[in-house]
């Protein structure tokens, strides 16, 4: 028999239409694979197979009914950050140890209405800040890729680490994760995998551990563009509990794949061509621009005049927001509690000890930024400044362009522990120079693997769409994945 | 701008993370570098420029004022640390 992990949703969801596998045979094939692969990728932090099971059961019930969902049976992992009834959620942190909602997330209740069944939760930067997944209390999740000829553990990115090396390793069949300043397309083009950030307002953020409020969003991690297209189908939609949601119908974006983009206007922004970039970063967009003019679009010159202050204002905001969200965690109603002398001093030892390096970091600039005296200074001047960048977008848009195409990362996936990062946090900030932008403005980007590097080592390729057209997104990056192939690591773990 | 060491122990108390001496010196140094990156936001002309308050323009969603969740103490207090009878037990605050 083939190895049922390595279908993609769309082919699962036929074999299992037509009964030929079933979806307990397909959960087990992904528990084993887990099994085998966990202990060295560390990939989930927690496995649920008795729930995994009997969801799976559950769908083939449902299956030999006639009542299969959109997603019956699939198997997904799912990022800690989401909530999930009774089972470990903690965002990857210490301060919720031992934390287990009483409530389910809206985007993951979309994907269990719909029929898919959870294989456990994926391990992530503490509170979804890194972008290299070695923030977490649970240690780093190694990327499946590793360089020709080396056996140097690499980063799978972040924030979404997990999800993204579970997707690429074949752990699960698509997995959740979230996006603030590129923690879905940044590991994603780590990984070989797709990734989408829809627009801000598009997916709930109900029942998600909050980091930035204002720019928190869920979307999916996919073996293909397909498999993205069918996932953030399930998970997008209008929630009364969450007045951030928009109120516009969920399109069947799966009906957007193999679409024409002939006539299309593709935006290419020069001051995404940044200093040191390495050239074959540069090459790898000049191969995106002709694959697409081959497709029929037109590529013109835009400029984005204030790309170059997007990671400045969100190491700003983001931290100020992160400072306010992160305040409920004092040892009283949830998660881990250090006794002191009085109750001051149990918050301060509390969130001494449950929180890590990097988190304490931004919630300090958080707290200084948002400080009497200095609140114009920054986090004032930082919201004009998103309302510049924003207008940017716009000015592009109201030309007649249908989309913007940029690399997705300055570079492909770094060491574990690289020394040169750790020392200097603003280094490992400028990860998210290419995705940032798209989240300050609230715009739907993704991410599509489109090809090695001299390394052997998966790049990928962004497109930045008008809010709420995650539709010319899919169409765009199914012709870039149908021109560049797809990617799979060696299996060496 | 950049912070001092008081600075740097004042914003821990603030946000309420216990620090040593040791940490408040690297937090020093980290706090300062950040800062410093982002120092070039002021060059920015943004006269006439209204502040981003929302990603999309639209008013703010209203609901019936009625109750339509509730009844679940077990369910609130269940991951509390410390709890009695539903009520969360924290260190005397009033003497």
């Given at each position: 028999m083939t190895d049922l992990t390595r279908l993609t949703i769309a082919e699962a969801r036929e074999k299992l239409g037509a009964k030929e596998i079933t979806a307990v045979e397909l959960t087990d094939a992904y528990l084993s694979a887990i099994d085998a692969a966990n202990e060295t990728?560390?990939?989930?932090?927690?496995?649920?197979p008795d729930k995994a099971r009997e969801m799976a059961r559950a769908s083939d019930a449902r299956i030999a009914e006639g009542k299969a969902g959109a997603l019956e049976g699939i198997p997904l992992g799912i990022k800690d950050l989401f909530g999930t009834r009774d089972v470990h959620t903690q965002?990857?942190?210490?301060?919720?140890?031992?934390f287990k909602p009483k409530y389910e997330s809206t985007v993951t209740q979309n994907l269990w209405n719909d029929g898919a069944v959870m294989l456990g939760k994926l391990n992530m930067d503490e509170f979804a800040m890194g972008s290299s997944n070695e923030t977490s209390y649970y240690g780093p999740v190694k990327n499946p890729w590793r360089a020709n000829g080396s056996n140097l553990d690499l980063v799978p990115g972040g924030s979404s680490g997990g999800s993204a090396s579970a997707v690429a390793a074949f752990l699960c069949a698509g997995a959740t994760a979230t996006d603030t300043g590129g923690s879905i397309r940044q590991p994603a083009a780590f990984t070989g995998t797709v990734g989408i950030k829809p627009t801000y307002g598009r997916c709930s953020r109900w029942g998600v551990v909050a980091f930035a409020s204002s720019l928190d969003q869920a979307g999916p991690i996919a073996r293909d563009v397909r498999d993205a297209a069918i996932l953030l189908k399930s998970m997008a939609s209008v929630d009364a509990k969450d007045t951030t949601s928009v109120d516009l119908p969920v399109p069947d974006y799966e009906k957007a794949i193999g679409q024409s983009v002939k006539g299309m206007k593709i935006g290419i922004p020069k001051e995404y061509r940044v200093d040191g970039m390495p050239e074959e970063i540069e090459a790898l967009w000049l191969k995106g621009i002709a694959w697409l003019k081959e497709a029929g679009a037109e590529i013109v010159d835009i400029t984005l005049p204030h790309t170059k202050y997007a990671l400045p204002a969100y190491y700003i905001v983001a931290p100020a927001e992160a400072s306010s969200n992160l305040a409920r965690y004092d040892g009283v109603r949830y998660g881990l509690r250090v006794d002191g002398k009085d109750i001051v001093d149990m918050y301060e030892k509390t969130r001494a000890a449950g929180f890590g390096k990097e988190v304490k970091r931004r919630i300090m600039i958080g707290t200084y930024v948002l400080s009497a005296g200095y609140y114009d200074a920054y986090y004032l001047q930082a919201q004009k400044v998103r309302t510049l960048i924003k207008r940017d977008f716009e000015l592009a848009f109201d030309a007649g362009v249908d989309a913007i195409l940029t690399p997705a990362t300055p570079s492909s996936a770094f060491g574990i522990a690289d020394e040169d990062l750790a020392a200097d946090p603003v280094k490992m900030y400028l990860n998210d120079i290419f995705t940032v932008t798209v989240n300050m403005a609230g715009l739907p980007g993704i991410a599509v693997p489109a090809g090695l590097d001299h390394k052997g080592l998966p790049l990928g390729l962004q497109l930045i769409g008008k809010p709420f057209e995650e539709e010319t997104l899919f169409k765009t990056a199914h012709v870039i994945e149908q021109a560049a192939g797809r990617f799979s690591p060696k299996k060496w773990w | 701008m950049s912070v001092d060491l008081a600075t740097v122990k004042r914003v821990a108390h603030l946000a309420r993370i216990a620090v040593s001496e040791e940490e408040a010196q690297r937090m020093m140094g980290e706090l300062n570098g950040i800062l410093g990156f982002v120092e070039q936001l002021g060059e920015v002309d943004v006269s006439g420029v209204e502040p981003m308050?929302?990603?999309?323009?639209m008013a703010m969603k209203e609901r019936d004022d009625v109750v339509t969740d509730g009844n679940k103490a077990d369910d609130v207090v269940a991951n509390a640390p410390i709890s009695d009878r539903n009520f969360f037990l924290v260190p005397k605050v009033v003497e």
């Open positions: 990728l560390n990939a989930y932090v927690t496995v649920t965002a990857c942190s210490h301060i919720l140890d031992g | 308050t929302s990603v999309m323009p």
